[in-house]
């Protein structure tokens, strides 16, 4: 697929993304992220910046252990096919 700009609002601010994903799945994303930064900085009453650290490092988080998840049960299935 060609590589297309996406304009997005994250935190009051429009960035233009540009990627070979849909604009739909762009949207989407950005979306996901705004409504973190905006539930974490008005349940922390952090300022945005900081709020926008903090849910940097929990999406990195659960995307860590998502990976480590995928790859225990690629081994797990690994086993059972020699099984």
Do not use: C, F, W
């Amino acid at each position: 697929m060609e590589k297309q700009k996406t304009t997005v609002r994250v935190a009051g601010r429009d960035y233009t993304l540009v990627s070979s994903d849909a604009p739909e799945y762009i949207s989407r994303v950005a979306a996901y992220v705004d409504r973190k930064i905006t539930e974490t900085a008005l349940a922390t009453r952090m300022n945005v910046d900081k709020a926008a650290v903090l849910v940097s490092l929990n999406i990195a988080d659960e995307l860590m252990k998502a990976h480590d998840e995928n790859s225990r049960l690629r081994r797990e299935i690994a086993a059972l096919r020699e099984k």
